[in-house]
T-cell receptor
Framework: EAGVAQSPRYKIIEKRQSVAFWCNPISGHATLYWYQQILGQGPKLLIQFQNNGVVDDSQLPKDRFSAERLKGVDSTLKIQPAKLEDSAVYLC???????????FGPGTRLTVL | AQSVTQPDIHITVSEGASLELRCNYSYGATPYLFWYVQSPGQGLQLLLKYFSGDTLVQGIKGFEAEFKRSQSSFNLRKPSVHWSDAAEYFCAVGPYTGGFKTIFGAGTRLFVKA
């Protein structure tokens, strides 16, 4: 089966610009996650969806980050405006349900200059 | 609040030697537990998972992990390490009754020496 797809794979922007990432989960997976992984650290959960609904976004900086999951399938994560400290790899993952471990996509490496 | 701790930032083992990576969690109940591996430039790959039942679980690439409720631990082991096992290893804690988040530890980097 196809894995989690993410685009773009790399993005370089200036601070205060906007950026958006796209994720297509594994077919049939109800749970979708966005993680931020800063170099040398573990993945930090930003937001977790169950179908269309948000089950946790407690660590999402809502003043600049937003995410949506359209029709319970694809998802986009947006940063507006970006800060230098947003430089990281943004990982999308999905799982069949909450009891399964997330299956990860390749990630998007964001560099903010 | 749920949390997961990996006490060792990095570990060095000789090729062919045994390996144990530590993971401790803080939880009111037994959560779902996972181990992932991230090789340089690669994505995160699930090695194994524990939900219930037998406390010793087998995973891919010859890894196993043992759940110990009394110690709130879920340590990863491998009897004989290969050079290709050099990578970053992450322990993760998943949903439990009343909670939904899947969160990760800070990781342990494994170095393998010839």
């Amino acid at each position: 089966e196809a894995g989690v797809a993410q685009s773009p794979r790399y993005k370089i922007i200036e601070k205060r610009q906007s950026v958006a990432f796209w994720c297509n989960p594994i077919s049939g997976h109800a749970t979708l996650y966005w993680y931020q992984q800063i170099l040398g650290q573990g993945p930090k959960l930003l937001i977790q969806f169950q179908n269309n609904g948000v089950v946790d976004d407690s660590q999402l900086p809502k003043d600049r980050f937003s995410a949506e999951r359209l029709k319970g399938v694809d998802s986009t994560l947006k940063i507006q405006p970006a800060k230098l400290e947003d430089s990281a790899v943004y990982l999308c993952a999905s799982s069949l349900d909450l009891s399964e471990g997330p299956y990860f996509g390749p990630g998007t490496r964001l560099t903010v200059l | 609040a749920q949390s997961v701790t990996q006490p060792d930032i990095h570990i060095t083992v000789s090729e062919g030697a045994s390996l144990e990576l530590r993971c401790n969690y803080s939880y009111g109940a037994t959560p779902y537990l996972f181990w992932y591996v991230q090789s340089p430039g690669q994505g995160l790959q699930l090695l194994l998972k524990y939900f219930s039942g037998d406390t010793l679980v087998q995973g891919i690439k010859g890894f196993e992990a043992e759940f110990k409720r009394s110690q709130s631990s879920f340590n990863l082991r491998k009897p004989s390490v290969h050079w290709s096992d050099a990578a970053e290893y992450f322990c993760a804690v998943g949903p439990y009754t009343g909670g939904f988040k899947t969160i990760f530890g800070a990781g342990t980097r494994l170095f393998v020496k010839a």
